[in-house]
């Protein structure tokens, strides 16, 4: 997890490829907030302290986007359990509409 500008500084989770990072300017982004929308079922929730982060938050899966690299200011926040990545590539399948 990095922190990005977009609407407003905040928190992101990049999900492109390693590999695909390492050759491309851009990387695909799930942005992370703290304010919790219940209506929203492609919102995955993680605890206070995952990925570095001081409050609960969620990873808002509806909104997958790009950014050039060179946006992501370092150093990186921390990382997120196999769980909760688990949680949100399926909540972006679903909005995507992937199988």
């Known amino acids: 997890m990095y922190r990005v500008q977009l609407d407003k500084d905040r ?3 990049v999900i492109s490829s390693d590999v695909l990072n390492r050759h491309a300017l851009d990387v695909c982004i ?3 907030t703290s304010v919790e929308h219940r209506r929203f079922a492609l919102r995955v929730s993680f605890p206070i302290g995952e ?3 001081h409050r609960p938050s969620w990873a808002k899966c509806d909104q997958v986007t790009t950014i ?4 992501l200011k370092y150093p990186s926040l921390g990382r997120l359990t196999s ?4 949680k949100i590539e399926a909540a972006i399948k679903i909005a995507l509409e992937l199988k």
């Open 30 to 32: 799930v942005p992370i």
């Open 11 to 13: 928190p992101a989770l």
């Open 83 to 86: 769980t909760t990545l688990a």
């Open 51 to 53: 990925g570095g982060l």
């Open 68 to 71: 050039e690299q060179q946006e």
